[in-house]
């Protein structure tokens, strides 16, 4: 059995898929590109597909990963683009690797975000910024199925400071561009909790909603406080072997 790691994105109008939305696309962006899936067993088989922490719903993503198993290998870069052409523009799978190495889901630690706040100046932003990191605590209420949930966003917060693209800052109107590195930790924070922790503690009120964006997400290193590619070792792996076998070859008696 064959198993491919993919990253994909979630783009445009289709930030406001839902998991079980995509869920339901990629599946038949399976059937549609004739791929050999492997199933499980039982009186329902399902596609064996393993997801590994989606973005939430409404915001958009540059690295979503999942893993799927094969009972044929394929060559990843043909299947990347086969799938990629089956699914609409806005879900593009952008890379695929064969799994070398175990534990995808474990070396996604943390994510960088933006959050971009139109409407809001750049200088209040600093401020707010400033006060956030500043706090020992945020606490933010968050409603969950069980009622309404009162927990520490700052804790979980690595890195959070403006960021100042100008090529992406309107000129008619104030803009403020937030980078976001935050852990993953239970209970998750997310990046509608930041910019509650930043309404709590400095009154920072975009006046239309944040367009928020997953840009990296992976293992963070302690050392350099930057969020790995978790598919580095993969490819690093698959070097290795193509390494092997081509001095294997040449060794080999004519």
Known sequence: MQRIRLRYTKRGRLRFTSHRDFQRAFERALRR???PMAYSAGFTPHPKVSYANAAPTGTGSEAEYLEIALTEARDPQKLRELLDASLPAGLDVIEAVEARTPGLADRLTASVWELRLDGVDPGDAD????????ADTVEVERLTKNGVRTFDARSAVVRLETHFPQADRPIDQPCAILRLVVRHVTPAV??????S????VADLAPPVPAAVTRLAQGLFDEETG???????????AAEARS????????????
């Open 127 to 134: 401020r707010a910024v400033d006060a956030f990191n500043a």
């Open 33 to 35: 590109a004739e791929v």
């Open 226 to 236: 930057a969020v790995t590619d978790p598919l580095a070792p993969d490819r690093e």
């Open 190 to 195: 997310r990046p509608d909790d930041v910019l």
């Open 197 to 200: 922790g930043l309404r709590a």
């Open 243 to 254: 390494t092997a076998d081509a001095t294997a070859a040449a060794k080999a008696p004519a």
